[in-house]
């Protein structure tokens, strides 16, 4: 099975008098031995349920991913891997 380990949360970044606030999602996917899972798919989807991806970032070598510039709001995550079954 996969793991996720979220790194950072969603961050607020915005100047004074911002109206809008956007930061960024970073993890690491690992099997359950802990080792990083290189070239998994991780999409960004609504939180309400919706499949249409928010964006989508395949992972790097180290199974670590980025998703920047994420505007302020409830999202979930899905991951996806040849082998493993869909998180």
């Known amino acids: 099975s996969l793991a996720l380990a979220l790194v950072g949360a969603l961050a607020g970044a915005g100047g004074a008098g911002a109206q809008e606030s956007a930061g960024a999602i970073e993890g690491t996917v690992t099997a359950e031995a802990g080792a990083p899972l290189p070239f ?3 999409r960004l989807l609504p939180a ?14 180290d199974g670590r991913f980025r998703f920047g510039a994420v ?3 409830d999202y979930r995550l899905q991951v996806e891997q040849i082998g493993y079954e869909r998180m």
Request: hydrophobic share 50%; charged share 25%; no cysteine.
């Open 40 to 42: 998994a798919i991780v």
């Open 48 to 61: 309400d349920g919706g499949s249409a991806a928010a964006a989508e970032r395949i992972t790097d070598l």
């Open 71 to 73: 505007a302020e709001g």
